[in-house]
């Protein structure tokens, strides 16, 4: 309604949607499926009853797919660490998440300090915080724990090489996937569309980025991750010229050449 004044609404929604990404992206539902029917299929296996919820479950997985699919699932090794990346850092993000709106982000860390807080929220920074940060807030006295400088300080602390997005990070994923995209004047495209006035907005974007010596090594890296995979799967599914390509080169070089 005001686009001037959008950042509560882009960034609830940005929020929201990665909640709903790490709960249920298609790819973690299959994996999460896959994990109820091994895990239904063992207890019926060693004779164990199961209820009549659980074996509701076990029939409607067996519905999607037969029971010899699922025992032969193929699950690419990226999307299983991605899965139980996202599934690790969730409870540290959504603490983060919460605690960045204005209802729930005044006197958390005295409540955590004196132990009113919530208790699945004190033992995830109990889990998470350094103890170095722990004693830290120990240390600190009531108007020190209120002060947004030490609140953010913990926040940090506690989310620390965790992935999640942002608004500007998109900003920058997307004039990125442009840079390495378009040949030409891309650098118009990400002014025009992010509305740079200034020399300085604009080379925060590029600095860096217009090497040649690291676009040929990223370069080959990704060339070398493409047949890799190609050699793990035994061309399955793929197609195109690369495919064509590969399918021809054992023929013209050495196997153990590749």
Avoid at 10 to 23: E, M, T
Avoid at 111 to 138: C, M, S, V
Avoid at 153 to 162: D, R
Wanted: aromatic share 12%.
């Amino acid at each position: 309604k005001n686009p001037f004044g959008s950042g509560f609404t882009v960034n609830r929604s940005v929020r929201d949607l990665w909640r709903h990404f790490v709960g249920h992206y298609s790819g973690f539902k299959q994996l999460d499926d896959c994990a109820t029917y091994q895990a239904l299929q063992k207890a019926h296996d060693t004779g164990k009853p199961l209820t009549q919820v659980e074996q509701k479950e076990l029939n409607s997985l067996l519905a999607q797919q037969p029971a010899e699919e699922w025992a032969h699932l193929t699950i690419d090794i990226n999307l299983k660490e991605a899965w139980r990346r996202a599934r690790d850092e969730w409870p540290r993000l959504e603490f983060f998440f919460q605690n960045s709106t204005k209802k729930n982000k005044k006197d958390w860390l005295i409540r955590y300090r004196d132990g009113t807080l919530r208790p699945d929220w004190i033992f995830l920074l109990n889990a998470h915080l350094p103890e170095e940060t722990k004693d830290w807030i120990q240390s600190l006295s009531l108007e020190e724990l209120n002060c947004r400088s030490v609140t953010r300080s913990v926040m940090n602390s506690l989310v620390e090489g965790t992935l999640y997005p942002s608004p500007h990070a998109f900003r920058h994923i997307w004039a990125e996937a442009v840079y390495r995209r378009f040949d030409g004047d891309a650098g118009w495209m990400i002014r025009s569309q992010f509305k740079h006035i200034s020399r300085g907005m604009w080379l925060a974007y590029i600095r860096d980025k217009d090497n040649r010596g690291g676009h040929e090594q990223v370069k080959g890296q990704v060339i070398s991750s493409l047949v890799h995979n190609y050699l793990r799967r035994q061309g399955e599914a793929y197609s195109g010229q690369l495919h064509i390509w590969l399918r021809r080169l054992p023929t013209l070089l050495p196997l153990e050449s590749i």
